[in-house]
T-cell receptor
Framework: GQQLNQSPQSMFIQEGEDVSMNCTSS?????WLWYKQDPGEGPVLLIA?????ELTSNGRLTAQFGITRKDSFLNISASIPSDVGIYFC????????????FGTGTRLTIIP | EAGVTQFPSHSVIEKGQTVTLRCDPI?????LYWYRRVMGKEIKFLLH????????ESGMPNNRFLAERTGGTYSTLKVQPAELEDSGVYFC???????????FGPGTRLTVT
């Protein structure tokens, strides 16, 4: 069954606004990864997190590995049109098992 | 450096036919994964190769799906016979040994009619 709850499902914002999305689980994750998918493309890795409490930035993107290891958030500052797409969180549930469990995605739309 | 490539990008087949999807991982990546996203659902794991060996195939839906990675380079995923519920986007990903970051290909959109 679904083990990663990602919210919100969709967001409609204006260019320049900040964005925040998160993933939560009842299970402990060993890593958290954030991906972005554009139409017709595969998921592109944005940020990888490996330690509880870790806060990592990649340009205007910032992500954190929750201290309980059951959640993670992704923030995007000063959104621009190319930020449009679907954002997925993903993680490794079991140490040593490489399969990723994915969230259901957050669709970001920028209103002109 | 070339990324993960997949072929074909789209495939439309009739129920009962066979389809073979191909994935070429990033050069030097021992780990290769197959995932699938069906309409409106999350991306789900199918299986994981380490070089030519199947490390984890717990996500394979049933025995109509066969994955191979002969020689530890490219991989194929065959669906035989295809059913309507097999429709979706099939992604391949690869990673270096002992690294968590998986890099995805563009996917193959499979439509079974």
């Amino acid at each position: 069954g679904q083990q990663l709850n990602q919210s919100p499902q969709s967001m409609f914002i204006q260019e320049g606004e900040d964005v925040s999305m998160n993933c939560t689980s009842s299970s402990i994750f060993n890593t958290w990864l954030w991906y972005k998918q554009d139409p017709g493309e595969g998921p592109v890795l944005l940020i990888a997190l490996y330690k509880a409490g870790e806060l990592t930035s990649n340009g205007r993107l910032t992500a954190q590995f929750g201290i309980t290891r059951k959640d993670s958030f992704l923030n995007i500052s000063a959104s621009i049109p190319s930020d449009v797409g679907i954002y997925f969180c993903a993680g490794h549930l079991v140490f040593g098992n490489e399969k990723l469990t994915f969230g259901t995605g957050t669709r970001l739309t920028i209103i002109p | 450096e070339a990324g993960v490539t997949q072929f074909p990008s789209h495939s439309v087949i009739e129920k009962g036919q066979t389809v073979t999807l191909r994935c070429d991982p990033i050069s030097g990546h021992d780990n290769l994964y197959w995932y699938r996203r069906v309409m409106g659902k999350e991306i789900k794991f199918l299986l994981h190769f380490v070089k030519e060996s199947k490390q984890d195939e717990s996500g394979m839906p049933n025995n109509r799906f066969l994955a191979e990675r002969t020689g530890g380079t490219y991989s194929t995923l065959k669906v035989q016979p295809a059913e309507l519920e097999d429709s979706g986007v099939y992604f391949c990903a690869s990673s270096q040994a002992d690294r968590g970051e998986q890099y995805f290909g563009p996917g193959t959109r499979l439509t079974v009619t």
